[in-house]
């Protein structure tokens, strides 16, 4: 079992232990539920679901399991990793008294059986023990109706292994059942016994024959009353891996459907707690506004002449609501709901653009300027990369049509991220004469985050060049 260093969920903030709550409350409800699917993509928050989950509920008299599959990926033999993982964390929870001692060394003694006899390898080698033959020599006797002494002395010994091998499974799954009930009436809590958990962690990043073994395993060898399997995989990239040993045309999805009994889809969908909670440093006083309001409100005239004083936002405006937050998280929370990021992009996402404002922490710092960049950089290095060595026009183009944008409100208009990023880049590759031309003809009735940046790139042109230079240096780094 994995210690967390604190309290379980202590840095929860994309609210997933009421998700847990309710899993629990229906696993524990549902006694034909054995093993639940939780799928989500890669990099979203799986593993950190399943290790806070797991010692949420260990902490609450449950005896639970956790178990790295890709960890294990090395070892070769999915069955023997997993068996070697509930008998080190079940002597841990059980300790060493003289019954529960008695117990494990049979679920050992009782494990070792089991993988000789299902294993269809050893078994092969077994019958030409027994018989001298080969099996496929055997095969192709049955087929030329040839079937002679050692043959049907062959059919016997398969006959003998079938009976034997379901017997030795049945007392395996036995002896686990009893180690299970021993491991959770140990963890007891207030007289209320619950079932073990398993949880089974990065099963998609293991070899396909790997994953492909350990959830065989687990559906004919673990089906046991005293515990659930709860699975985190991104399905699909599973899916993959399955169509990779049984062909592209092999129907993956209704294959996984044996083994899952449920499946819960974990999504991130509300990037906002996430970010108020690890944005919260990139207010300086050296940061440009981009004049941008964060709430929408019928009182008070705007500043800009050509504009309505109670105009609406755009349907799809980023507005802080009812929270407190800072235009930085605004930023980046329109930039994380354009782009979609995996909350392990949105990381590093913020540690790249942690290191450009680092790196230019000694002048006005254009935040819009250097997040989009970011972003843009992480999520769509393609398009990154035409926005400053292609069309910058097919770029806008391709980023509208490919990530459906949120907007920003000014007080009676609305901008779309994408919409602020083409000033920016427009202003740099017209060049500083542009700019400087552009300025001169500049009125008041512009946006701030307009003029602000006309006149930057007017009188501080190389200074805003090194935007992308810093971005591109972030990007090396992990």
Not at 19 to 33: K, M, P
Not at 196 to 201: L, M, R, S, T
Not at 403 to 414: C, E, H, K
Not at 435 to 447: F, G, H, M, P, Y
Request: with cysteine; charged share 25%; net charge negative.
């Amino acid at each position: 079992m994995i210690e967390l260093s604190g309290e379980p969920w202590a840095n929860d903030h994309m609210e997933r232990k009421g998700i847990a709550n309710f899993l629990t409350s229906y696993l524990d409800g549902d006694t034909r539920v054995k093993v639940l699917n939780i799928n989500a993509p890669w990099g979203t928050g799986k593993t950190f679901f399943l290790r806070n989950w797991s010692q949420q509920e260990f902490r609450q008299g449950r005896a639970c399991i956790y178990f790295n599959a890709w960890e294990a990926d090395y070892s070769g033999d999915a069955f023997v990793s997993l068996v070697s993982t509930i008998r080190d964390q079940l002597e841990d929870i059980i300790g060493f008294q003289s019954d529960a001692e008695h117990v494990l060394k049979d679920f050992t003694k009782k494990a070792s059986k089991t993988l000789v006899a299902a294993t269809p390898a050893l078994a092969k080698g077994i019958l030409k023990k027994f018989t001298g033959i080969e099996l496929s020599i055997i095969a192709d006797i049955i087929d030329n109706d040839q079937l002679g002494d050692a043959a049907e002395k062959a059919v016997e010994e398969l006959i003998k292994s079938n009976k034997e091998t379901l017997a030795t499974v049945k007392d395996f799954k036995h002896v686990l059942n009893k180690l299970l009930r021993q491991a959770a009436e140990k963890c007891a809590t207030g007289g209320s016994v619950k079932v073990a958990y398993i949880y089974i962690d990065e099963l998609d990043r293991c070899r396909p024959t790997f994953a492909i073994e350990l959830l065989e395993r687990i559906k004919h060898l673990f089906d046991v009353d005293s515990c659930r399997f709860i699975i985190a995989t991104d399905t699909s990239q599973l899916g993959e891996a399955v169509r990779a040993v049984y062909g592209n045309g092999f129907d993956s999805g209704k294959y996984l459907r044996r083994f899952f009994d449920r499946e819960y889809s974990l999504s991130n969908i509300d990037f906002t707690s996430w970010i108020k909670a690890k944005c919260i440093h990139f207010e300086r006083d050296n940061m440009v506004s981009l004049g941008l309001r964060k709430r929408y409100t019928r009182l008070g005239r705007p500043s800009h002449a050509y504009n309505l004083p109670n105009s609406m936002p755009h349907p799809d405006t980023e507005l802080a609501a009812d929270i407190e937050i800072t235009e930085s998280q605004l930023v980046i929370l329109s930039l994380a709901n354009t782009f979609k990021p995996s909350l392990r992009d949105l990381d590093k996402i913020i540690c790249h653009l942690e290191a450009v404002q680092s790196g230019l922490s000694n002048q006005p710092f254009h935040f819009f300027w250097a997040a989009y960049l970011v972003f843009l950089k992480i999520e769509a290095p393609d398009i990154y990369s035409t926005s400053f060595s292609g069309s910058y026009a097919g770029a806008i183009a391709d980023l509208m049509d490919r990530y459906p944008a949120r907007y920003l409100y000014f007080g009676s208009v609305s901008r779309s991220v994408h919409a602020i990023f083409e000033t920016y880049i427009g202003l740099y590759r017209n060049g500083r004469n542009n700019a400087q031309e552009t300025a001169r003809r500049s009125t008041d009735e512009e946006l701030q985050y307009v003029t602000t940046a006309i006149m930057e790139f007017a009188n501080e042109f190389e200074r805003m060049k090194l935007y992308p230079t810093f971005v591109n240096l972030a990007y090396s780094m992990e």
